[in-house]
């Protein structure tokens, strides 16, 4: 109830987001912490973020794991074990991993670190207050 209220009433929980810039002047903010995203979309989530390898490399181990598998039962109850294994460590370092990736794509990490609801409003704020 505590909480359908604070939604209701536009009160919503900051978030901590670092801002990293290419030199095309593209902002992008990644929140700090947990990444609830990576935990339950692992290999999708790494596609859509364009760390490629890690994405590619996650689909194709588990298709050959659960062909391995086949109607083993345990071996299907070991892979989903495996799976969950794999959505904490990305729910853990996820955003690390994706911060080394815009790295390596060229992007600065911003001097400042801002506190928003959401990364639009992150860049948004960073832009108006810090790129005069």
Do not use: H
Not at 78 to 90: H, K, Q, T, W
Not at 107 to 114: D, G, L, W
Request: some cysteine; overall charge positive.
């Amino acid at each position: 109830m505590f909480f359908q209220f604070l939604i209701v009433k536009g009160i919503y929980f900051m978030k901590t987001y670092k801002i990293f810039k290419n030199p095309t002047g593209q902002y992008e903010a990644v929140k700090q912490g947990w990444s609830w995203p990576a935990f339950f979309f692992g290999g999708i989530w790494a596609c859509v973020k364009k760390i490629w390898g890690l994405g590619i490399g996650i689909f194709v181990v588990f298709i050959i794991l659960n062909l391995i598998a086949g109607d083993n039962p345990a071996m299907g109850s070991l892979v989903s074990a495996l799976g969950f294994g794999v959505g904490i460590v990305l729910g853990l370092q996820g955003n690390k991993l994706r911060e080394g990736n815009l790295k390596k794509r060229g992007y600065q990490e911003a001097p400042k670190i801002i506190q928003a609801n959401n990364p639009e409003a992150a860049v948004a704020q960073y832009i108006s207050e810090y790129e005069k």
